[in-house]
């Protein structure tokens, strides 16, 4: 069942008995079956959490605990359909899951037989339940996958990735629409194609899509302030609407034409095509007919980038899931107007006792909580309640929605390919795995730290001169970095001087500790006791193991008296750049030893190196995108030597601002009144300087 245990490896009776229990009718449940408060045996006293009673010289049972709270919860539990939340001792949701009867799902948890060890953490650890409603099982599969989502709990199948797909959309409030990649709601009036599985292939169509129906990619702003065609239409990839190249009604044929594209009409397009092409030649019109060969050719080359493009497949999403040594990888095939849109790998956090139909059911159910749902879902394991979760995703969609496990044929032939996609894919993951725990084990080797660190936090700070200041810390662990763990500090002390990097690492340490010792006051600890007693979830702990600081022994003292401030103890090592700040040459920095260097090619060297980079990459870029966006609010006058004048003059020439970033020094020399030193302030900008 999605967002529960599987049944024949965590099911709390035999599969006979909770058959038969889960066919009973809930009104044959009478309050006698259920534990009586009263008389309330002297040891159920003793193990209840909030009883006046407690024995303290007696041991407790954490087990024990878990099932009495689950039982006396279980007397206010409705007996109809609905979703519940099983929560920790601090309020933290450790699991979601549905039934067709939650009084019936809960009892079960109380039997006292043999449990999975995974499942005798989460009863253990449960201080306290939550109960929602539904009117239909359907509806409390929806409700489960978007609280799953919301609240990622430790103990559910957990989507990880999460990005959102771009589409490709041709607006529907213009005269001559745009062509363009969008991600996000759909707040525009447009038509959408996709999803497509990266940015990159919507770019790369993108750019086919303009050689072939030359429709325009400009925003509205630029193509209003046009005078003359851009390079685009030089280049044979604008038909240039903004300065009438082409008339309204012949904008509006290759708008047509693109999208009977993109709508699966290729055939009928390119035979179109042809015959204008024919027609052209038969008229001597060369010329012209050149034009209809390449665009021809660039439908060519958009199929053939494609790779598979299914015969008798109009519109599907193809999922294989691929189990082992212990990690799960799901490959998803985009397959929208008989045209192969691309595929993605995702790598979901499930135990090892979850069943593979179970972990592909469950990321389905998570999968389309937020995305447009296609008519027909291809699947390589069979799932239990497959027709539960279609009859859910029909009631989502609102048309119907199938979910196939082909055993022949060409849809056969393409979860197939899926699922060696989806082998390959966890296989260069189970190799970057390993790499990175003999790294991690390396590192604590080299520095003596106390343990192998599964989380390690990096911290830089970027400015210029103090201005737009920003800390930047990105989060690395034995599956290499966590980018949805980032996090950017804009400085916000006005007291600082500008430019004390000090005071700015002092800021940044203070409010990402304290707001950890708020969200998790148990510390590290309680997540080295959980791994060694074999939980995997203890590696999602916010604690890290290794504070990685971008400097020298000035900046690991500023560190180290935060941190001793906030009562946090982490290991702390300090890495400065060598001379002329070359790779390679670096400084190891670690309170209470002298500084230390490693061997050129010593793997933890690049390892370091590496983390440090990113950081540094990640602070760079948060630090230009606060800036662009005081450039946008103040205006180009911010830049010595660029007045009203001048700011007016580029952008007339340019268009936009991220145009003007983009320019190269000839290319500013040439707008009217800007000299070749002032085009090279202008370049060094918007390129130099940062720290």
Not at 241 to 249: N, R, S, Y
Not at 409 to 437: C, F, I, W
Request: include cysteine.
């Amino acid at each position: 069942m999605i967002g529960r245990f599987p049944r024949h490896s965590d099911a709390i009776l035999p599969p006979d008995q909770e058959q038969a229990l889960d066919d009973r009718d809930p009104a044959e449940d009478e309050e006698s079956s259920l534990p009586e408060p009263e008389p309330e045996p002297a040891e159920a006293a003793s193990a209840r959490p909030d009883s006046a009673a407690i024995d303290l010289s007696a041991p407790v049972n954490p087990l024990a605990v878990g099932r009495g709270v689950i039982a006396r919860h279980v007397r206010h539990a409705p007996k109809g359909p609905g979703v519940y939340r099983m929560m920790g001792g601090a309020g933290e949701v450790l699991y979601v899951g549905k039934a067709k009867s939650i009084r019936k799902r809960l009892l079960s948890y109380t039997r006292p037989v043999a449990y999975d060890s995974r499942i005798e953490r989460m009863i253990a650890h449960t201080a306290d339940l939550e109960f929602i409603s539904t009117g239909t099982e359907t509806e409390a599969l929806l409700l489960e996958a978007n609280l799953i989502k919301r609240l990622r709990p430790r103990y559910n199948v957990l989507l990880r990735d999460d990005k959102s797909f771009p589409y490709i959309a041709i607006a529907g409030d213009h005269w001559a629409p745009q062509l363009a990649k969008h991600r996000g709601a759909r707040a525009a009036h447009g038509r959408y194609y996709g999803p497509f599985a990266s940015a990159g292939a919507v770019n790369r169509t993108i750019t086919a899509l303009q050689r072939a129906f030359l429709l325009r990619s400009c925003t509205d702003g630029f193509f209003e302030s046009r005078t003359r065609p851009c390079l685009l239409y030089q280049i044979k990839r604008c038909s240039g609407p903004c300065t009438g190249e082409i008339d309204f009604a012949g904008y509006s044929e290759l708008v047509r034409e693109a999208d009977a594209f993109l709508s699966g009409r290729s055939q009928a397009v390119k035979q179109q095509l042809a015959g204008e092409m024919e027609a052209a030649s038969a008229e001597l019109d060369f010329e012209r007919a050149a034009i209809y060969r390449d665009r021809l050719a660039a439908l060519s080359a958009i199929q053939s980038q494609q790779g598979i493009n299914p015969r008798g497949v109009e519109e599907a999403d193809v999922f294989a899931l691929h189990q082992e040594g212990g990690f799960s990888c799901v490959q998803v095939f985009f397959f929208r107007a008989g045209q192969n849109w691309g595929n993605r790998a995702y790598f979901p956090k499930a135990d090892r006792a979850v069943e593979e139909g179970d972990v592909l059911a469950a990321f389905i159910a998570q999968f389309y909580d937020d995305k447009p749902v296609p008519r027909l879902i291809l699947v390589s394991e069979a799932m239990e309640e497959a027709p539960l979760l279609a009859e859910a995703l029909t009631l989502k969609a609102g048309r119907k929605v199938e979910i196939l496990l082909p055993q022949r044929g060409e849809r056969r032939e393409l979860v197939g390919h899926a699922l060696s996609n989806a082998k390959e894919a966890l296989g260069r993951k189970l190799a970057d795995t390993a790499s990175q725990g003999r790294l991690l084990e390396a590192l604590a080797a080299t520095f003596g730290l106390p343990r192998t660190p599964r989380r390690i936090e990096v911290y830089d700070n970027s400015h210029i001169q103090g201005t737009n200041a920003v800390g930047a810390m990105i989060v690395a662990g034995p599956e290499g970095f966590q980018k949805n763990q980032y996090r950017k500090f804009n400085i916000r002390s006005a007291s600082l001087t500008p430019g004390d990097d000090f005071g700015m690492m002092r800021e940044v340490l203070d409010r990402r500790f304290r707001r950890l010792m708020a969200e998790a006051p148990a510390g590290p600890a309680v997540a080295d006791e959980e791994a060694e007693s074999g939980d995997d979830t203890a590696a999602a702990s916010p604690w890290p193991d290794l504070l990685l600081i971008d400097g020298g022994t000035g900046q690991v003292n500023a560190v180290q008296e935060t941190l001793a401030a906030l009562g946090a103890d982490v290991s702390v090592i300090g890495v400065s750049k060598g001379p002329d700040r070359n790779a390679g040459f670096e400084t190891f920095h670690i309170p209470g030893r002298p500084a230390l260097k490693l061997k050129p090619r010593d793997p933890v060297l690049y390892f370091v190196q590496r983390l440090r980079d990113e950081a540094h990459r990640f602070a760079i870029g948060s630090h230009r995108a606060r800036r662009k966006k005081d450039i946008r609010e103040a205006g180009l006058q911010e830049i010595p030597g660029v007045g009203p004048m001048r700011k007016r003059a580029l952008l007339q020439h340019f268009g936009t601002l991220k145009a003007i970033e983009r320019a190269a020094v000839a290319d500013l020399a040439k707008v009217p009144g800007v000299s070749a030193e002032i085009a090279r302030k202008i370049h060094d900008f918007f390129h130099e300087g940062a720290t």
